[in-house]
């Protein structure tokens, strides 16, 4: 597969390696061919779009491979906007607790925040960043407010 430029012929079978845990060793893979063919960019966009089209269609829902590719590909504003996503969902999980006291998913939120913010910083997205850095202040200070 990582030979062949044509990926989005072999979607399905990228569907196939990607819902049997092999999303990693494709990657690793794919990097190894790429170093030593020197890939064009736009074979490595083909390959990056075909990846991310199996992942939404096979596993929509496994952020953690989402987060692996983008962090393979490095796209740091998709990394950035995923962490986010993370955060709030975070938040969410907490807000329906009926137990208040459990401040686990706040600790998630506010890591997610955090490095959201490390990554619009790494890019220069300076208002991104701010933002960032302010729902995880205003995430500390819930986290310290008695109940």
Not at 22 to 42: I, M
Not at 64 to 75: E, I, K, P
Request: aromatic fraction near 10%.
């Amino acid at each position: 597969i990582t030979g062949v430029e044509i990926f989005y012929a072999l979607n399905f079978i990228l569907g196939i390696l990607i819902e049997n845990g092999q999303l990693d060793l494709l990657l690793q893979k794919y990097s190894a061919a790429a170093d030593t063919n020197t890939g064009t960019a736009e074979a490595v966009r083909g390959f990056r779009m075909a990846v991310l089209t199996s992942l939404k269609h096979f596993n929509p829902n496994d952020l953690d491979a989402f987060a692996l590719v983008y962090t393979h590909f490095d796209m740091k504003h998709e990394t950035a906007t995923l962490l986010e996503s993370r955060a709030e969902q975070s938040c969410e999980q907490w807000f329906r607790r009926y137990n208040k006291d459990q401040d686990e998913d706040l600790l998630d939120s506010l890591r997610y925040f955090i490095e959201a913010a490390e990554v619009h910083s790494s890019i220069d997205a300076g208002n991104k960043t701010r933002k960032d850095c302010a729902q995880a202040s205003l995430l500390s200070l819930q986290i310290r407010m008695p109940y």
